[in-house]
C-alpha cells in the first residue's frame, strides 16, 4: 500500500486503542489523517492535539466545517465546542491521549510499515547525525536500502534508485507524517530506517505504535532545558526509546565511556554532574535483567572494557587511523573525519553493524567512503586553496559539552592558535549560554561570539550573556578582532553581524591556526524579529577562503543552489563552477552562468540555446524552454537550474556578493532629480586614493544593480551605487541587496507619479533606503529638501547634514557662477572651509556636489581630498553639457531625462548662460507623472515665459499643453510651437538661424524624459543636410 493510502474504516484504524465513540460510527472511511484544521480535507479525521502553546481542542469547529469525517479528542472536549449539537454528522472518539492515541491510528491506517523495515533508532545529545550518516553508508556497502529521518532531511533511494531528499521541519516527525513517510519507504523497498529520535518526540509520545530493531544512546549533556525541567527529565525521555518501543528480542548500543563522562563533570558544561551513559546502562540492566525477551546490550567507548573499543589509533589534522575491536575480529580503519568525539560515532556505528549482524569488511568500506558530514566538525575547503589559508572547520555545537568536545578535539591537533566563531540560538535554554562562553574562552585563544539564530530575542541580549562567560574564563575583549588575529594575539569580541564575525576569523588568521565556525544549525538561513535571511555557514567560509587564496572569484553550482533554492532539472556527472553571471547572450562569457529573466516584452528562456552555443556552463530559469529552439542541448554537463524567479534569484545571488565582500563599502544614492551627477562626483572624489566601483549607464535598477555588483574585483575597496525605481518595494530590495555602508536622498521631487500616485507616494518609495538601513549605516540629509529632512528625523543612524541650511554641516556659502565654467562656492565642512570650483552648471549642482562631499565626508574622506575630486568631476553624457553647433549657436545638452523639478533647474541654468544672449527652450515631454501631467507641462509652459526665454520648441504629447500655457502667459505666438516630429522641429531651430533671430552665441536649451530622446534633435542640428529633406513647417 502506498503512503497515499485509500479510505479505511475508522474501526480498523482505532484497534488496540482504548475509546469512547459517540454514535454508530465505526464503519465511517477516513481519508487521511490530520492534526492542522487549515489542512484539514473531507472524510479526514482531525486528531485534537494539545502543544505548548496551541491546543487544537480550540480548532473543532473549523475541521468540521472543513468535512472531517471523525474527531479525535481528549475527555472534556465539550467546553471547547458548545455548539457541538449543531454540527453535521461527525465521529467523535473520545480517548485519553490524543497525542497517544494518534500514534496508534497511524501506526493502523499505513499497515504498521515499521513491521517490513529493520527500524535503528538513535538518541542522545550528540552524535545522532554523524551516526546515521556512518550507519547509513555501512549498510549501502553491506548491500542493504537504507532510509534515512533526521535533522538534516529526510532521504532514501526509491525502486528506480533515484535519490530522493526532503525538508526535515522536525527531527523526529509528528505520527501521521512519520507513519506516511516509512510507509513510502517501505514500498519502495527500503530494507534499513536509520533515525534520529529527540527527546522531544519521546516525551510527546510521537512514537507510539512504532518499534525499534535496534535503539542506540550517544550521550546525555545539558541542552532543550528550555522544554525539559531539568535533567533528570531530560534522561526520562531519553530512556523511553528503551523501555518502551524496542521490539521484543531488539538490540540496544549505548556508547559508555567512563574516562570521558568523569572529565566532563569537572569541567564548565556539567552543571549537574552526572554520568548520564552509565547510568542509562546501569538501569537498563537492571530493568531487563528479569525479562524473557530482554534485548542484547553492546557498549561502545575508549576504554578497552567496551565490548567494541580503539587501539592504536592517532588523529591529527587529516582525520583518524585506528584499529578498533570487538569481541569477535579487528578492523583497522582510516578516515578523513576528525575529533577523538567522531572516534566514538564510528564505534557507535560498528556497534549498530555488529547488532545488524553485518561483517567487518563490508562495514570497514562504508565507514570509509564518508568523507564528511554536514556540519559536524567538517573540513571545508576548495579544490584549490594556498598555503596562506587555515584550516577551516564548520561544527553544528548548540550545547556546552558539544563545544566543548569539538574545541577539545581541535585542541588535540595542536594548531598554533585557535579561533572560535560562535554563538547561541534565541528562544531556547538560555542557561546554557553563559556555560559555552566560558568554554570558549577558556579553550580558545580568539573568539567571536556572533549572532546565531536569534528568532524572537534580541541579539545583543543574547551575546551579552555568551559575553558574561567568556568575562569569567579570564579572556580579555579587544576591539580590533582583525589586529589581534593578524599579529597572532589572544582575547575576544562581539560581532553581532555573523558574517562580519566569519569573514574576520578566516581573512585574518594564519596559516597554522585553526578556525571554528559553530553554533548555528545546518538551516541555511538566519531568523531574526524582521524574518528570515538565508545564511549558510558553509558557503561563507568557502567564499572567504576563496578570497585568501587569491583565487578568481567564482560561483559554485552548490552554492548558486542553495542561495536561490534553485531545483536542479538533471542530475550531474561532476559538480560546475561558473566564472561569472550573465543575463545577455551579446555579452555572455565561456564559463558564465546564464540567467533568463522575463519582462513584458522579452523572454530569456528563447536565448537559452544561444548561450549553450556561446559557453555558458549552465543556465538558470524560471520555465523550462520550448522546443522551437534547435540549437538547444540539455545535457548532463550543462546544469539546468529552476526557479519560480529569475529576477528574484539574480538580486539573491547579488546580495550575498556583497555580504561575501565584507571590506568593501557600498555607498547607495536615490533621489528623483542628479543621482547620477552625485555619483560621478562621489566617484570622482574617491577614485583619488581608492579602487572603486561605480554603477555605469542605466544599471540603477533590479537588474542593473546586481549586474553591476557582479563586476566586483578582488581589488574594489568601495562601490558606489545609484538606486532608480518607478514602483513601491523597488528601492527595498535594491537596499536589501546593496546593503549600504553610507546612503542619501539627494531630493525629492514629483517623478514616477504614474506608478506613485503623488509627491508623498515618491517620498514613502524613497525612504525605503532610509527604512531598509543597517544600524550602523550613515545616512547623508539634505536639510534644503524638508520632505527629506523629515524622513530622515526618526533615524537612529549617524546622520551627515547638508545643504545651504546654517545648521549643515556640510554646507555652501558665496555661491557664484561661472558661467559656462560652472560653479564655484565656498565649502564648510565643520570648521574647516575650502574654496571649490565645479564644472556643472546651476545652483542644483552645488547642491549635488554637498551631498557628494557629505557621502565622502561620511566615507572618512578629508575635506582637501573632497575639493580636489569635485575639481575633477566632469558632467555626465547628456546631463547639462556645453556644446556648440555649426552655427555657433550654444547648447545646454541636458537631455538625459527630466521632470517638474529638473526642468526648472535647467531652465534657470539656460537664463544664467544666456545672460543678455537670446534663447530657446526645446522641451520634451516629462514621462510618468499619471494625473499631474497636464498640470506639470502647464506649469513648464508658463515658466519658460515667465523666465524671459525668448522661444518655446515643444515635443511630444504635451507639445500644445506646453505652447498655449507659454502663450496665455504672454509669449509671442509666433515664439512657441509644437511638434510631433523630431525633424520639424530640428528644421524650425534651423530656420530660426537662417532667418536670423538666433545667432551665434545664442542657446538652445535641449531637454525631455529619458523615452523622449531629445538627442536625435541635437544630432540633426548637427546634421544640417538631413533637416531639409522632407521637412517643413
Known sequence: MSALTTAKQLKILLEGVEYNITGDFEKTEITGLCSDSRKVQPGNMFAALKGLSVDGHNYLDQAVAAGCSALLVNQGWQEYAPGAEDWPRVAIVEVTDTKTALGNVAANYYDHPDRQLTVIGVTGTNGKTTTTFLVESMLKAC???????????????????????????????????????LRTMADENITDVVMEVSSHALAQSRLTGLGFDIGVFTNLSRDHLDFHTDMHHYFTSKKLLFTDYIKPGGRIV????????????????????????????????????????????????????????????????????????????TMSLTTPLVGEFNLRNILCAIGIGVAHGEMPGCMKNGLEDVKTIPGRLERVGLEKTTAACPAVFIDYAHTPDALENVLTALLKLKPKRLVCVFGCGGDRDRGKRVLMGQIAGELCDVVLATSDNPRSESPDMILAQIEEGLCSSGLKKVSAPETLIRQEGKGYDILVNRHVAVSTAIRFAKPDDVVLISGKGHENYQINRKGTIFFDDRIEAEMQLQAKSGAPPAWKLEWVQQITGAQLLFPLEKSVTFKNISTDTRTIQAGDLFVALKGENFDGSN???????KGASGLLINHVPGQSQP?????????????????????????????????????????????????????????????????????????????????????????????????????????????????CIINVQEAHLEGLGDIWGVARAKNELFAGLKPESKVAVNLDDEIVSSLAAALGQEKIFFGCHPDALVRATNIQSLGENGMKFSLHIGTETRQVAIQGLGKHNVTNSLAAAAMAHGSGICIDEITSGLAAFRPHDKRARVEELPSGVRVLNDCYNANPASMLAALNTLVDLKKNRRAVAVLGDMLELGIKTDEAHTALGTAVQRLGIDFLAAFGNQAENMVTSARNAGMDPAAAKGFNSKKDLAFWLQKLVQEGKIESGDWFLVKGSRGMRMEEVLELLHNTNSIFKGAGN
Open 631 to 743: 540549437d538547444m542541448d540539455f545535457h548532463q554537463s550543462t546544469p539546468v537550474l529552476l526557479v519560480p524567479d529569475t529576477l528574484a534569484a539574480l538580486g539573491q545571488l547579488a546580495g550575498n556578493l556583497r555580504r561575501w565582500n565584507n571590506d568593501l563599502r557600498v555607498l547607495a544614492i536615490t533621489g528623483s532629480s542628479g543621482k547620477t551627477t552625485v555619483k560621478e562626483m562621489v566617484g570622482a572624489i574617491l577614485s583619488q586614493s581608492h579602487a572603486i566601483l561605480k554603477t555605469e549607464g542605466n544599471f540603477n535598477n533590479l537588474i542593473g544593480l546586481p549586474l553591476t555588483l557582479f563586476r566586483l574585483e578582488p581589488e574594489h575597496e568601495i562601490a558606489v551605487l545609484e538606486m532608480g525605481m518607478n514602483r513601491p518595494g523597488e528601492i527595498a530590495r535594491l537596499t536589501e541587496i546593496a546593503d549600504p555602508d553610507v546612503a
Open 607 to 613: 536565448f537559452c540555446g544561444k548561450a549553450i552555443q
Open 143 to 181: 548491500g542493504r536500502r537504507p532510509g534515512v529521518i533526521g535533522t538534516v532531511n529526510y532521504r532514501y533511494n526509491d525502486k528506480n534508485n533515484k535519490h530522493i531528499e526532503m525538508e526535515a521541519p522536525f527531527t523526529t516527525p509528528e505520527s501521521p507524517t512519520l507513519f506516511a513517510l
Open 254 to 329: 549505548i556508547v559508555l565511556d567512563v574516562a570521558a563522562d568523569q572529565a566532563m563533570d569537572n569541567s564548565a558544561a556539567s552543571c549537574e554532574s552526572n554520568n548520564w551513559s552509565k547510568q542509562m546502562h546501569a538501569e537498563l540492566l537492571s530493568l531487563f535483567q528479569t525479562r524473557e525477551d530482554s534485548p542484547l546490550m553492546i557498549t561502545c567507548g575508549m576504554s578497552r572494557d567496551c565490548d567494541i573499543h580503539p587501539h592504536d589509533f592517532t588523529i591529527d589534522i587529516n582525520g583518524i587511523s585506528s584499529d578498533i575491536t570487538t569481541p569477535a575480529w
